[in-house]
């Protein structure tokens, strides 16, 4: 018998679950998330092995759920002075190289973005063959000065051969050291998008090491020898190493881990997953056991990018939600307290009228160190000059609009289906909510995001594009399913756990004769 721990670190809470190797939940716990992080996850998984009694040698893996590279991002913060190569011309200099970019992240980024020669037509014709010179003196402008590359030619997702040598270029000039990014192992097709995620990539994976570094220590210093995972954004797992390589692939796990904890939670292959946090509920559509993957472009830190994400709609409905009352109607948020609820929140003797407070004044929600139901309900009715059960009964309306609302955006046809709350916020959820055949609360439902990120499995995802025309695609196909399945062994799959979890073929409408296949194999762990 062996063990597993899965941590999730959200923006509120740091939740930790102590599983066995049959999925059954242990040990849970709620933390609150720390500045640093790290003490947070250290607690977490103190607090989950105090409550057992284990060999810390049975603990045999670990996997971690963290935000880590979204906040980088988003606040800005630590990322890598970067250098940017796109193989194009002389087909596309029309359009520079972040010309979408907000203007505070392309001021961060643009010090050294170049064009050069390169690039291929979708069946193979060359554009340009590329010009050693002119790029590796490109190279030599970046020496010292750059953290890491990020290389980007016209249809490698095809034919990758001039970013591998780009690649190799950049090893010799800059040195090992430099991390490179090649856009044909992080993007889809369109090649602006492609190239915005391989810059974000390659602006990440100074943070990403540190992340990894963290870690590591972290979980050393408890004693503990496990295997260490940290999820992706498609459900699945990345090992260490990948992190630090695409670390843009660990940007949305969170919601991820909650849809796939959720579902394996309620025993449900199809459904709704909304999780319900301290800021927001975060919707998504659980698709045979894993998180359906957006069709449309994600947007990323404000920049527009085209490696998979979840379909992940968001609504501001949470536990410190802040509550409004403007013109005889109710107003949730979008902004909340988060993790101050119990400095800001009326409940606490703060001067915030949040969800919470409805909650704790119900009695369906118990918080240690709130004051007495009776003078909650007081103040209330003295900020807002409304009665108690008015109160209610407008807050519980707008909460059940903004649920059915986001219910409504996520279904692609009328049938009911299934929704299953989780999340520390899940008491705010109705019971009944339109165009769900049920709404279900599972046991360890707080937890789901911990449990999601434990139960993982590794994967392996390849795409091409070919010229149907000039090659047979069931061939193709067949090779293609044959190359990601070796690159699950080689990960460390179980052969006989390995089954596909997508297998598609689309023609390219308005490139003649191109096909684009795509795969997607996962497998459990070896144990």
Request: hydrophobic fraction near 35%; aromatic fraction near 4%; proline fraction near 2%.
């Given at each position: 018998m062996y063990y597993k721990i899965g941590v999730d670190v959200g923006g509120t809470n740091t939740d930790a679950v102590l599983v066995s190797h049959e999925n059954e939940i242990i040990a849970k716990t709620k933390q609150t998330t720390s500045l640093d992080i790290s003490s947070g996850i250290e607690n977490a998984i103190k607090k989950v092995l105090s409550e057992v009694t284990i060999s810390k040698k049975d603990i045999k893996y670990i996997m971690l759920g963290t935000t880590h590279c979204t906040n980088a991002l988003v606040e800005r913060k630590e990322l890598n002075n970067i250098g940017v190569i796109r193989l194009a011309l002389p087909a596309s200099g029309a359009i520079p190289t972040m010309a979408d970019f907000p203007n505070d992240l392309k001021i961060l980024l643009d010090k050294h973005v170049y064009m050069v020669h390169g690039g291929y037509e979708f069946d193979g014709h060359l554009i340009s063959p590329l010009i050693e010179n002119e790029v590796k003196s490109c190279l030599e402008k970046m020496k010292g000065e750059v953290?890491?590359?990020?290389?980007?030619?016209?249809?490698?997702?095809?034919?990758?051969?001039?970013?591998?040598?780009?690649?190799?270029?950049?090893?010799?000039?800059?040195?090992?050291?430099?991390?490179?990014?090649?856009?044909?192992?992080?993007?889809?097709?369109g090649l602006l998008e492609r190239e915005n995620a391989a810059i974000l990539n390659a602006s990440l994976q100074g943070v990403a090491l540190k992340m990894v570094n963290a870690f590591k220590e972290t979980v050393s210093s408890l004693g503990l020898i496990s295997q260490l995972f940290i999820g992706q954004n498609d459900g699945t797992l990345l090992s260490l190493e990948e992190v630090q390589d695409y670390p843009v692939l660990t940007i949305s796990s969170g919601p991820t881990n909650s849809i796939r904890g959720a579902g394996a939670l309620s025993k449900v292959e199809n459904g709704i997953v909304i999780d319900v946090g301290g800021t927001t509920s975060d919707g998504g559509v659980l698709i045979n056991h894993f998180p359906r993957e957006s069709t449309q472009a994600a947007q990323i830190g404000g920049v527009l990018t085209n490696f998979r994400m979840p379909d992940v709609v968001a609504v501001g409905v949470g536990g410190g939600t802040i509550v409004r009352f403007i013109k005889d109607k109710c107003v949730l948020g979008p902004d909340s307290v988060g993790y101050r609820l119990k400095e800001k929140a009326i409940a606490f003797k703060g001067d915030t009228l949040t969800l919470s407070d409805f909650f704790i004044a119900q009695e369906r929600l118990a918080i240690e160190g709130s004051i007495r139901v009776g003078e909650l309900k007081n103040k209330m009715e003295e900020l807002t000059k409304y009665s108690y059960p008015i109160l209610l009964n407008k807050v519980i309306e707008a909460i059940q609009?903004?649920?059915?609302?986001?219910?409504?955006?996520?279904?692609?046809?009328s049938k009911d289906i299934p929704v299953i709350a989780c999340g520390g916020g899940a008491f705010l959820l109705p019971n009944n909510i339109k165009g769900a055949s049920e709404v279900i609360f599972p046991k360890h439902m707080e937890v789901a995001n911990a449990f999601g990120a434990c139960i993982s499995q590794i994967s392996s995802e390849k795409e091409i594009v070919i010229n149907s025309i000039q090659k047979n695609e069931k061939e193709e196909l067949a090779s293609l399913l044959l190359e990601s399945k070796n690159d699950l062994i080689h990960k460390g799959a179980s052969k006989n756990s390995i089954h596909i979890i997508a297998k598609e073929s689309t023609p390219l409408a308005y490139l003649p004769g191109a096909t684009k296949l795509k795969v997607k194999l996962c497998g459990d762990l070896i144990q």
């Open positions: 953290d890491s590359v990020a290389i980007t030619g016209i249809f490698s997702k095809t034919i990758p051969d001039q970013e591998l040598q780009v690649a190799q270029w950049s090893k010799e000039i800059l040195g090992n050291h430099v991390k490179v990014t090649c856009s044909h192992e992080i993007g889809g097709l609009n903004q649920i059915e609302n986001l219910v409504d955006k996520l279904k692609t046809d």
